[in-house]
Each structure stands twice: as structure tokens, then as C-alpha cells.
């Protein structure tokens, strides 16, 4: 025996409103007594729920097998938020979405923390059936923010970087970039209560090429997406030089020919002092400087040295260097002797392609110098050669002389040698003279 749905809420509802002793349960024990149903096994279904703070909840309790039976959804207190479409609790944020004889869907709005928790689907079987369904509620962080040490950094300076996202549930990761670099961090975790404050700390050792760079503080949570906050960083740095030639664009640097060349300096501050000198050698008076352009209007060989351009800014000094190479009128080859050469404090001031200039001027510098001492050389030893032969050839000219020789005469026929030494002495005058000349 059924009774009817319009007759169910019209005692549902005088039960609630009128307030007579007979409660709730009991009313729908009394409602249930003329009918009996068997249940071979469970058959509510219903999903948790993970929603974010602010959003919608829906909860749904379902029947796999409808048999007309009562469905209800109660809240973590027991308290009946729904009783098939009836709704007795009086909080407006429960609203009913679906309802039938398989279904009872049940949306919640504006979530709080408070709204966590188990929410019970009931079916009134014999006996009667129940599934609990849990509200999870997530919390982003309600504030990110990059703390920087230091506003302007130095280069080769180690500053320190702070990142915290306040009052999240639960608790979030944070992620570190330099640009499109990801980076470590080491963070640490505050919980207040149901939130949790997470704060990530970064050591960053920055040089020139950061100057501008953005720092990012990602965070991870399952509640937010893309939730992001960077800072830029400030670095300062010393001056990096380069030296260009202006004339003669391309060929030798000859005897009588000007020369112009021009120093370029960029750094953090910009360089405010740059000066041109001669290296272990004072300039040439008839050398012009002008701010950062040196000219020389008629080249000779006494100009031969390097010439280097000086700059400077509150970090500190850097310099670049001109070979110059002087050469003939008749130079027709071009020996790569002049060139650039970059000497920075660090190897990391001065870029690959300056340093390909400066070594290939360099090393063309060192073969012509080789050459010309071989050459020397070999022009001395020369003169010295023939000098050596002039000053013998004199020598022996001056000892230029006459020998004389005696034959004995009769010296072989003497009884002894008393008597040869007095027959040759006394054979002297009738020798004949013989000359010999040694030259």
C-alpha cells in the first residue's frame, strides 16, 4: 500500500512548520511501515567533491535501481538538508538542481572552509541504506609576494630573494626562474590553523648578463593556475671598452697616411671618465684626442706602440688596446700587423668575437716582429763577416817579407861537424842567394 507523494509532503510539512512531538525520523519510520523492501546490496552511489573556496559544490546521491524509496541528503551535523525535494534547513545556499525517483543533486554556493566535511545520502530501505560523500575545500594563497635583498646589486654579488604565498590550503610549492632557467630554492612551512604559509628563499650570485632579467616566484597549487609574481633585477657593472678604427677602413697603416680611432664604453652606470694613452711611452705630441676619437693626421714610424683607451664608472676600471704598425710607403701586403686588443679584469667582460680580433692582431704582430729581427740578424752577421775579412787581409799585407837560405858547401866531405860548421861558414861568401816569398 502506497501513499501519495502530495500527501507525504503535506504531513512533512506540517511535521517541520507545526512543531508537534513526532520527529522527523519518526514521521518517515511511520511513512515507511506499510512497505517493505528487500536490498541485495548497496545501491546508493555518490562522488566526493573537491571544490575551491568561493565556488560551487554539487552533491548528487544516486539509486542504481530505482524502487520509488525515499532519498535524503544530511550535512556533517546530521542535519537534514534535503528530504527528497523538500528542503527544512533554512540556508538558502542549498540549492536543489535534480530530483527523482533516482536522483537527488544538491548544489552548494559560495563555499567556506567551514562547508568541509561528510554529507550523507540516505535511502529508506528495509533496512535502510547509507553513503557518505566528502567536501573537500581548497584555499589559494591569498597573497604572493617577491622580497628582494638587495634593489641594486653589483656584479659577482651573492643577494638573497624571499618568496611567500600566505594562507593556503593546502600547503603550495613554490618554483624559481631566471628567465626561462628554472632554479632551487629552499623553502619553509608555517601553519596557522587550517592554512598554511609557505616561504621559499633563493641565493642568486648575479653578473652583467642579469642586468634586466626577470625573476619569477611560481606557485603550485591544486586551487589556482598560473599564479605568478616576478621581480627585475638592478644589476651594476664595469665598463666593457672596444676600440674601432674609423681610417683607413681597411689596408696598411703606412708611412704619411692618417689614422683615426674610436673608443666605445657601455656599462651600469655609463662611464663618465675615458681617456686615451701610449702604453710604457709618452704620446706623440702631434697625436689629436678628442673625447673618445684619437687621430693621428701623418703616420711614421716613431708612432710604432700600443694605444690604449681607459674608462670608468662607480664599479670599477676597464681598458682596450691598439697595436699600431707603421709600415713603408712601398707596403703592398697586408701582414694583419695593427690590430685590437681587449684586457678586461675578468675573462667574462670581453665576448668571443672580440677576443678572435684582438688574438689574431696579436699573433700578426708577433710573426712580422719575428721576421724583421731574422732579419737583423742575419744583416749583422753579414757585415760582420765581411769586416772580418777586410781587417785579415790587411794583417797578412803588412807581414809581407823576405827568407834567406844557406846551403853548406862541402859540409858532407868533413871529418866531423867542427870541421862542416867551418867549411860551411867559410863557404858563405860564394853561396848563391836565394830568395823565398810568403804571402
Known sequence: MYVSEHVQRRDLNAAVQQGT?????????????????????????????????????????????????????LNPNRQTIYFRDFRPLKDSRFQLVNFSNSELRVSLTNVSISDEGRYFCQLYTDPPQEIYTTITVLVPPRNLVIDIQK?????GEEIELNCTAMASRPATTIRWFKGNKELTGKSEVEQWSDMYTVTSQLLLKVGREDDGVPVICLVDHPAVKDLQTQRYLEVMYKPQVRVSQNYPLQGLTREGEPLELTCTAFGKPQPTDMRWLRVDDEMPQHVV???????????????????????????????ADYMLFVYDTTATTEPAVHGF???????????????????????????????????????????????LLIILGRYFARHKGTYFTHEAKGADDAADADTAIINAEGGQNNSEEKKEYFI
Not at 515507511?32 to 573556496?53: H, K, P, Y
Not at 634593489?151 to 656584479?155: D, G, N, P
Not at 673618445?292 to 670608468?312: H, M, P, V
Not at 667574462?348 to 680580433?357: F, H, N, Q, R, T
Open 151 to 155: 634593489e641594486t646589486a653589483v656584479e
Open 341 to 387: 686588443t681587449q684586457l678586461p679584469n675578468s675573462a667574462e667582460e670581453l665576448d668571443y668575437g672580440d677576443l678572435s680580433d684582438s688574438r689574431a692582431g696579436e699573433e700578426g704582430a708577433i710573426r712580422s716582429v719575428d721576421h724583421a729581427v731574422v732579419g737583423g740578424v742575419v744583416a749583422v752577421v753579414v757585415f760582420a763577416m765581411l769586416c
Open 21 to 73: 512531538g513526532t520527529t522527523l525520523w519518526q514521521w518517515i519510520r511511520q511513512l515507511s511501515a506499510g512497505r517493505c523492501f528487500v536490498s541485495d546490496g548497496q545501491n546508493l552511489v555518490t562522488e566526493d567533491v573537491t571544490v575551491v573556496e568561493g565556488d560551487v559544490a554539487t552533491i548528487s546521491c544516486r539509486v542504481k535501481n530505482s524502487d520509488d524509496s525515499v532519498i535524503q541528503l
Open 289 to 319: 684626442v678628442s673625447g673618445s676619437n684619437l687621430l693621428i693626421s701623418n703616420l711614421n714610424k716613431t708612432d710604432n706602440g700600443t694605444y690604449r683607451c681607459e674608462a670608468s664608472n662607480a664599479v670599477g676600471k676597464s681598458h
